[in-house]
């Protein structure tokens, strides 16, 4: 056996099993939440980059064993190529995961079969390009992922020339940023600044459970440092944006006072969230799924958060279950 097939069999069986773990679970877990900025970008890039890299090399020994002789090029620009190819493949396959957490209106499926398709070619072109013992010719997937990944490197340098003339490097430095996300301590000092009579709302959204426990302890304590604060998330859950602010009670340790107070104002705000659940033949089954799962959660701890104050959730729940579960 060459050190070429060692290797890129090597390459293959683990970048096979990063996508069948991490990756698998990384789309499964931020699928179902409700996000509304980009934790999941960090997250993705650990995972995608040592995947890819471990392909790269898997396609760097294919062209060094001759497998990308046929293109009739010098070794040294197929090896260019090959880098460049499978760099153009990592951003394909970002923007894929990117679509597939946060898919809009349109089935996830949708991105995650090709998704499936890039990566399976890739290592299905690298196996068969390095074990001819295995009875099987690579050209049934050479010429399709050669003409694909060249589209893919075709439409990912014309978009990067088009941006770098248009906004500079500049630009493409603001969007790395951007991409990245503020750290921790970021978070973690914008919180200890906001006022929590004017950033109320948002201060709300980084005490949620998807907030690390150090920022979410902090931006709790800063809502409790409104002078009214029972009232003014009273006013939120009866007038505001109800996630946040139901997250908050799902997760937050209330005393007494808090839940006489918060009770009846939950259950409105839960009430007005399941009316506007819309009904199955105007969503897509993700969008109900996902729906069903959050209604389910807050529906398992409020009730039982609010037993003491006498405030009944079980008309809103049997509504909850006629909107999402139809019969």
Same mark, same amino acid.
């Given at each position: ?28 877990? +931020? ?14 890039? +650990? ?31 197929? +090896? %260019? ?23 809009? $209106? /349109? ?8 998704? @499936? ?23 049934? %997937? ?36 951007? @991409? ?29 459970? +998807? ?34 602010? %139901? ?12 839940? /006489? ?7 409105? /705000? ?31 701890? @409020? ?7 006498? %405030? ?7 509504? $909850? ?7």
């Amino acid at each position: 056996m060459s050190p070429y097939q060692t290797t890129g069999n090597i390459c293959v069986a683990l970048a096979a099993l990063i996508f069948l773990v991490p990756l698998n679970y990384l789309l499964w877990e +931020y699928a179902r939440k409700h996000l509304s900025d980009s934790s999941w970008v960090t997250p993705a890039l +650990y995972i995608l980059t040592p995947m890819w890299l471990l392909l790269m090399a898997g396609l760097l020994c294919v062209t060094g064993s001759g497998g990308f002789d046929w293109l009739r090029l010098g070794r040294p620009a197929l +090896y %260019v190529l090959t880098v460049a190819a499978a760099l153009a493949l990592t951003v394909v396959s970002f923007v894929l995961v990117g679509s597939y957490i946060r898919p809009g $209106f /349109a089935p996830s499926f949708i991105y995650y079969l090709p998704l @499936l398709l890039v990566l399976l070619a890739t290592m299905l072109l690298i196996v068969l390009s390095l074990n001819p013992q295995l009875g099987i010719s690579p050209r049934t %997937v050479r010429l399709p992922w050669t003409i694909g990944a060249g589209l893919c490197l075709v439409g990912g340098v014309g978009f990067g020339g088009y941006w770098l003339a248009t906004e500079g490097v500049g630009g493409i430095a603001n969007i790395a940023q951007r @991409l990245n996300g503020p750290s921790s301590q970021e978070i973690l000092t914008k919180v200890s600044t906001l006022d929590p009579q004017t950033g109320f709302d948002e201060l709300l959204g980084l005490a949620t459970r +998807y907030a690390s426990r150090e920022i979410r302890e902090a931006a709790t304590a800063r809502l409790r440092s409104h002078p009214d604060f029972p009232e003014r998330l009273s006013t939120e859950l009866e007038t505001g944006y109800v996630e946040p602010a %139901v997250e908050f009670l799902y997760s937050a340790t209330l005393t007494p006072a808090e839940q /006489a107070r918060l009770a009846s104002p939950a259950r409105s /705000a839960m009430q007005r969230w399941v009316g506007r659940i819309p009904a199955p033949n105007y969503t897509t089954k993700k969008n109900l799924r996902d729906l069903r799962r959050w209604g389910t959660e807050m529906f398992g701890v @409020l009730p039982e958060k609010f037993a003491s104050t006498g %405030v009944d959730f079980a008309p809103v729940i049997a509504d $909850f279950k006629e909107r999402v579960d139809p019969t």
